[in-house]
């Protein structure tokens, strides 16, 4: 069974740093685009960041300057370097990653269970 599993969420004062990753486990033939969103409290969740299986990569305006996507194609991992952390970031990020399970199927779309960052002012 194929999972999407984040680690690195916490507590940080603002101002400070904090380092996401997410690694998709299971059997699988190849991990396409890869991606960051977040949902805060009584928000929708929104797409914060976005990589290709190329490198390409892709921000939302908010976080433009702070945040860095990155992967590790040989792991089919990608992280989420986020550093001058606010107290507006604080919300449950997730992992999702398009999929292909076989070099003969389609990709499809998984999601992580989120991991909680809180930043304090």
């Known amino acids: 069974q194929v999972q999407l599993v984040e680690s690195g969420g916490g507590l940080v004062q603002a101002g400070g740093s904090l380092r996401l990753s997410c690694a998709v486990s299971?059997?699988?033939?190849?991990?396409?685009?890869m991606h960051w969103y977040r949902q805060a409290p009584g928000k929708e969740r929104e797409l914060v960041a976005t990589?290709?299986?190329?490198?390409?990569?892709n921000y939302a305006d908010s976080v433009k300057g702070r945040f860095a996507i990155s992967r590790d194609n040989t792991r089919n991992t990608v992280y989420l370097q986020m550093n001058s952390l606010k107290p507006e970031d604080t919300a449950v990020y997730y992992c999702?990653?398009?999929?292909?399970?076989?070099?003969?199927?389609?990709?499809?779309?998984?999601w992580g269970p989120g991991t909680q960052v809180t930043v304090s002012s």
């Open positions: 999702n990653a398009n999929i292909q399970y076989s070099d003969t199927s389609t990709y499809l779309n998984s």
């Open positions: 299971g059997s699988i033939y190849r991990v396409g685009y």
């Open positions: 990589i290709t299986s190329g490198g390409s990569t």
